[in-house]
């Protein structure tokens, strides 16, 4: 083989070679998870508003009906803009969902709202934002849920006797609801920002936050 032929199959061998690693690279960035790289602030992929046009129906568990999405601006009572999300996972989960339109960083923190609940009341300071900052300037995305029944009396509140009788709600109740909620809220989350929440976080009506095992 001439030196020139050989110089050129040892190029055409390089050009091969660095095609397959940038293939490869490519094809393995398409597989990584879909979540934001650490810590970086995220913003709305969509409106808020578009909220409602997505279907959330077919959630393995949840199917989720999103009632009412609205933007609740920066004010003297709110420390920050967010989205707030209002629904029902089947059969009567009610729940909101604060996402914060400018400062979110991937964080998500599910309120509990203690007792019998059968109420929805999204804190702007839960008992878990006692000395941390970050929850509440806009970093998390904040949800509660009202642990699967609603009040017959209309006064608020969770009477034992609304759900004590009813199998699905004492399954709903006992530890369903927390779990469909939070199915519901990484879906929602996702929809609004392009990823899933990176740090999932719950808190207890009476305690602090821990790591989420919804």
């Known amino acids: 083989m001439s030196p020139g032929r050989a110089h050129s199959s040892k190029r055409t ?17 398409a597989l ?18 578009d909220l409602l046009r997505r279907n959330f129906g077919p959630l393995d568990d949840a199917a ?7 933007v609740v601006a920066e004010s003297d009572s709110n420390a920050y803009e967010y989205c707030d999300v209002q629904g029902t996972v089947a059969r009567q989960i009610q729940f909101e969902l604060r996402l914060p339109t400018k400062m979110y960083r991937q964080r998500y923190l599910q309120e509990g709202c203690g007792g019998y609940c059968g ?3 999204v804190s702007a300071q839960p008992a878990a934002s006692t000395g941390c900052a970050p929850v509440t300037d806009g970093s998390f995305a904040l949800g509660q849920d009202n642990q699967g029944h609603v009040p017959t009396s209309g006064t ?6 609304v759900w004590a009788t009813n199998p699905q709600l004492k399954v709903d109740f006992g530890y369903r609801s927390e779990h469909a909620f939070a199915t519901a809220a990484k879906a929602i989350t996702k ?3 392009g990823a899933e929440p990176t ?9 602090g936050p821990t790591a989420s095992t919804c």
């Open 156 to 161: 608020g509140g969770g009477s034992a006797e």
């Open 13 to 29: 061998r390089i050009v091969i070679l660095v095609a397959v690693v940038v293939a490869a690279l490519i094809t393995g960035l």
């Open 199 to 207: 740090y999932p976080y719950t808190a207890a009506a009476v305690t």
């Open 32 to 49: 990584l998870p879909d979540t934001f790289s650490a810590d970086a602030d995220a913003t709305a992929r969509i409106s808020c508003a």
């Open 64 to 70: 989720t009906s999103v009632a009412s999405a609205s």
């Open 191 to 193: 929809a609004f920002y």
């Open 119 to 121: 109420m929805v009341g």
